[in-house]
């Protein structure tokens, strides 16, 4: 294409004119307040990936017009949505000159129920009209049934001759509330499930201790448990430990099964010899005792004895535990597919984008594949979809509820990439634009959601991730929120400084995820953290989305107001796995190590300390706790500044307040760093102390009952 300075003002004004159909935002507002100016260059590459017929910006006239021609002559939109508290009307294209014909419509409800009526369409109020390639078309709205249940719809309309579809999603406007009114306050616990070990675990934690942890949270009074995606990771070749590049958003990570929690198990003579030959027990042991988790030799280690039971239940199986595998399969058919992807990677050894064609476009034949290692991920998802179910089913018997976490994007390596390619915008990668951290933006590596493709699936695989958590989750954390409404995308090749942001159906998301959400009666907290769009907060509200209000995001050196009242509306917490531990924070501990590892820029590291100290001073003198931000934050002052920040919290949190067990023991290390990808030090770091240790410590029992005394502390 031209360069940007030689395209004449009218072909700019026509790439704008072609970004603005695609819902490519030309230009944004930085975290520091800078407008920024999308290239031409980034601008053609989004919308070449979003499929648009371009190949320069000489090219936007033709795409502009082939964008009209098939908006206008496509009558219905693939979506639509009716909520419970209003009149809701369907939005019909036509030319105007065919105003006098009739339309039949037909409504299919979930229940099978049809609803069907009839219309003539100059009968219908106008919204719009638009002079285009020589006609005249218009936009008629057509009221929906009234008292439509929830659920999708399916919309079938003749008009002119031709047949078109559409799926009414009828949604709740409001998400689920488990607690119409907000009286009910209490607190929860966060650890990463790999970091929370015991003594009987195979080296990092697992569903069982999830379980365990859940017990003990409810006898001390705690109302729920979050922990980190827990979601199918690839963990050999290639090999990706963040739990927030899950491999798929739709299956279980075996690495945190429980093995001597399988029925098979224990009757295996095979699976048990291993286990009591001297290498496996001292593989296991060196496992245990390392800081670290080593995820390969981990799942390396587990999978020997899962290898061996996977085997062995093809040939042993008692006739009520095929039939309970035989049920999983029939539930879950994708389980084919998703074990022939990995068993067909591990042969390759390589990602599905090196793979030949047809595998690479989804097609897998018997012979692309072992097929003892494609009955290995089957039976280890069945595994893991029982443990899961079993984890859920404990806690809520304990009354305590489980907070799992949605990750925003998959590896693009991974499976769901493979299957669902319509649903991503492969050629672009989620991620920030600069701000005053990261002086140079973010580029997160994953492919983001293409926007038209989600629709045009009518949101399929979106409501296949979400039933996947939610069947089990009591609260859903839903990362980056604003995503909802748009997402920056770094087109491959470019960097963060080319960004530009692309526009989501923001209504429509809303609708599925409320109407999930009361089905699974889930409760939904959105990640509102850093730079948020205002349309997010007042949307979020609007549909009853919790919050986030993570207080050493929202301290100050205020001497009078140092620290803001949580909203009604929102899950409080300290800190999140992104940030330092409460007693990091309070010495300025993370300073130093983002000055060491160069991320703070230009800013002067004795003022940022400066204002750390002041901001912690004036925190400790509004709550009346003594203390000094130069002492190590292990002191009895230090326990009195962490109980009485948590209960002021707890004054103003509508739901719970999140605590992390690691600030009760006043741990330093961070579990991630942002803008680091150091696989010695982020995800991978142990709890200091075993569930044994931390559950049986006098001290920690005392903080958690001096944290649930409900009430302010200013």
Same mark, same amino acid.
């Given at each position: 294409?031209?360069?940007?300075?030689?395209?004449?003002?009218?072909?700019?004004?026509?790439?704008?004119?072609?970004?603005?159909?695609?819902?490519?935002?030309?230009?944004?507002?930085?975290?520091?307040?800078?407008?920024?100016?999308?290239?031409?260059?980034?601008?053609?590459?989004?919308?070449?990936?979003?499929?648009?017929?371009?190949?320069?910006?000489?090219?936007?006239?033709?795409?502009?017009?082939?964008?009209?021609?098939?908006?206008?002559?496509?009558?219905?939109?693939?979506?639509?949505?009716?909520?419970?508290?209003?009149?809701?009307?369907?939005?019909?294209?036509?030319?105007?000159?065919?105003?006098?014909?009739?339309?039949?419509?037909?409504?299919?409800?979930?229940?099978?129920?049809?609803?069907?009526?009839?219309?003539?369409?100059?009968?219908?109020?106008?919204?719009?009209?638009?002079?285009?390639d020589g006609v005249e078309y218009v936009v008629k709205s057509c009221p929906l049934p009234e008292g439509l249940p929830p659920g999708y719809h399916q919309l079938a309309l003749t008009l002119n001759g031709t047949a078109y579809s559409c799926t009414v999603v009828s949604a709740p406007r409001r998400a689920y509330e488990p607690d119409a009114g907000g009286q009910h306050r209490n607190w929860g616990s966060f650890l990463p499930l790999y970091a929370l070990h015991s003594a009987r675990s195979w080296g990092g934690g697992d569903f069982t201790n999830l379980k365990e942890l859940a017990a003990w949270v409810g006898r001390e009074g705690g109302e729920a448990v979050g922990t980190l995606p827990l979601l199918a990771q690839l963990l050999d070749e290639p090999f990706e430990p963040s739990p927030y590049s899950p491999a798929s958003r739709l299956f279980w990570n075996e690495a945190y099964l429980d093995l001597e929690a399988i029925p098979e198990f224990a009757a295996s003579e095979a699976a048990q010899a291993i286990v009591r030959s001297d290498d496996f027990v001292r593989e296991l042991a060196e496992l245990r005792d390392a800081a670290l988790i080593d995820y390969r030799r981990q799942l390396a280690l587990k999978r020997k004895i899962l290898v061996v039971l996977a085997a062995e239940f093809l040939h042993t199986a008692s006739a009520t535990r095929r039939a309970a595998y035989e049920a999983f399969l029939q539930a879950r058919p994708d389980a084919e597919h998703y074990a022939r992807f990995r068993a067909t990677m591990e042969r390759r050894a390589a990602p599905w984008t090196k793979w030949p064609e047809p595998l690479q476009s989804g097609t897998i034949p018997e012979e692309a594949f072992d097929a003892d290692v494609r009955d290995?991920?089957?039976?280890?998802?069945?595994?893991?979809?029982?443990?899961?179910?079993?984890?859920?089913?404990?806690?809520?018997?304990?009354?305590?509820?489980?907070?799992?976490?949605?990750?925003?994007?998959?590896?693009?390596?991974?499976?769901?990439?493979?299957?669902?390619?319509?649903?991503?915008? #492969? *050629?672009?990668?989620? $991620?920030?634009? +600069?701000?005053? =951290?990261?002086?140079?933006? !973010?580029?997160?590596?994953?492919?983001? @959601?293409?926007?038209?493709?989600?629709?045009?699936?009518?949101?399929?695989?979106?409501?296949?991730?979400?039933?996947?958590?939610?069947?089990?989750?009591?609260?859903?954390?839903?990362?980056?929120?604003?995503?909802?409404?748009?997402?920056?995308?770094?087109?491959?090749?470019?960097?963060?400084?080319?960004?530009?942001?692309?526009?989501?159906?923001?209504?429509?998301?809303?609708?599925?995820?409320?109407?999930?959400?009361?089905?699974?009666?889930?409760?939904? #907290? *959105?990640?509102?953290? $850093?730079?948020? +769009?205002?349309? =997010?907060?007042?949307?979020? !509200?609007?549909?009853?989305?919790?919050? @986030?209000?993570?207080?050493?995001?929202?301290?100050?050196?205020?001497?009078?107001?140092?620290?803001?009242?949580?909203?009604?509306?929102?899950?409080?917490?300290?800190?999140?796995?992104?940030?330092?531990?409460?007693?990091?924070?309070?010495?300025?501990?993370?300073?130093?190590?983002?000055?060491?590892?160069?991320?703070?820029?230009?800013?002067?590291?004795?003022?940022?300390?400066?204002?750390?100290?002041?901001?912690?001073?004036?925190?400790?003198?509004?709550?009346?706790?003594?203390?000094? $931000?130069?002492?190590?934050?292990?002191?009895?002052?230090?326990?009195?500044?962490?109980?009485?920040?948590?209960?002021?919290?707890?004054a103003g949190a509508t739901r719970t307040v999140l605590l992390n067990l690691e600030d009760l023991w006043r741990e330093t290390a961070s579990q991630n760093i942002p803008g680091t990808n150091d696989p010695t030090s982020n995800w991978c770091r142990k709890a200091r102390y075993s569930f044994e240790e931390f559950t049986t410590d006098e001290r920690v029992s005392s903080l958690l009952r001096e944290i649930g005394k409900r009430g302010s502390s200013s």
């Open positions: 294409m031209q360069p940007n300075d030689q395209l004449t003002p009218t072909e700019l004004a026509d790439l704008h004119e072609l970004a603005e159909l695609y819902g490519v935002e030309r230009e944004y507002i930085d975290a520091m307040y800078q407008r920024r100016h999308a290239s031409p260059a980034a601008l053609v590459r989004v919308l070449q990936i979003l499929g648009t017929p371009l190949a320069s910006a000489g090219d936007a006239p033709v795409a502009i017009r082939a964008w009209k021609q098939t908006y206008w002559q496509t009558p219905l939109e693939p979506i639509a949505i009716a909520w419970d508290d209003q009149s809701n009307h369907l939005a019909l294209r036509s030319e105007q000159s065919r105003g006098g014909e009739r339309f039949d419509a037909s409504l299919t409800l979930e229940s099978g129920e049809v609803r069907t009526w009839s219309a003539v369409l100059d009968e219908l109020p106008t919204t719009r009209c638009e002079h285009f290995y991920h089957l039976y280890v998802q069945w595994i893991a979809a029982e443990q899961m179910q079993a984890v859920a089913d404990s806690m809520r018997s304990a009354g305590v509820s489980l907070y799992l976490d949605l990750p925003l994007g998959v590896n693009g390596d991974g499976y769901d990439v493979w299957r669902e390619r319509e649903a991503f915008a #492969v *050629g672009a990668a989620g $991620g920030c634009p +600069p701000d005053v =951290v990261f002086r140079n933006g !973010q580029d997160w590596g994953f492919p983001p @959601m293409h926007p038209t493709g989600i629709r045009n699936q009518r949101y399929r695989y979106i409501i296949a991730y979400l039933r996947h958590q939610l069947r089990h989750a009591g609260m859903l954390r839903i990362d980056h929120m604003p995503v909802f409404h748009r997402l920056f995308w770094v087109p491959e090749g470019m960097t963060a400084h080319d960004g530009v942001y692309v526009r989501y159906p923001a209504e429509e998301l809303y609708a599925v995820f409320s109407l999930e959400s009361h089905r699974h009666r889930t409760l939904l #907290v *959105g990640e509102d953290l $850093g730079t948020v +769009p205002p349309e =997010v907060p007042s949307s979020m !509200q609007r549909h009853n989305v919790q919050g @986030m209000f993570v207080a050493q995001y929202a301290l100050q050196p205020n001497p009078w107001h140092p620290l803001p009242d949580a909203p009604r509306t929102s899950v409080a917490g300290l800190n999140t796995h992104d940030m330092p531990p409460f007693a990091a924070y309070l010495t300025g501990q993370d300073v130093r190590e983002r000055e060491a590892l160069g991320m703070l820029g230009d800013l002067d590291p004795q003022a940022v300390l400066a204002e750390r100290r002041a901001t912690v001073e004036a925190l400790a003198n509004h709550l009346g706790v003594g203390h000094s $931000g130069e002492r190590d934050f292990a002191g009895a002052t230090g326990a009195e500044l962490l109980v009485a920040t948590l209960r002021r919290l707890s």
